[in-house]
């Protein structure tokens, strides 16, 4: 086959190289809120390393950092409304259940 020919019957598909999630001027630090809570699931859990496009020495250093936000009560351990919810509406119905002798 000639190389024109096998340039051509290539892949289709355009490739796109995604953007890296933290920038080389980010500071990956327990005080910068901002680029923390984007690691962070809606129930407080700290997104693995396949799902943030992180490299490992950068997954250890924003898991570090959350973890110290977490002891300097800067972020909750979990998020817990769901629960507190689920926990709110059970009590509003037994509470309205009285017994009758």
Known sequence: MDK???SFLKS????RR?????????????RNMSLISRFISEQG???SRRVN???LKQQ???TIAIKQARILSLLPFL???????????TTR???LRTRNK
């Open 93 to 95: 119905t037994t509470g």
């Open 79 to 89: 998020n817990n409304e769901k629960q507190l919810e689920r926990i709110e509406s």
């Open 60 to 62: 250890r250093l924003i």
């Open 4 to 6: 024109s020919k096998r």
């Open 18 to 30: 995604r953007l890296p999630p933290i920038q080389s001027g980010d500071r990956i630090d327990y």
């Open 45 to 47: 859990k700290i997104l």
């Open 53 to 55: 496009r992180l490299t």
């Open 12 to 15: 289709k598909r355009s490739f």
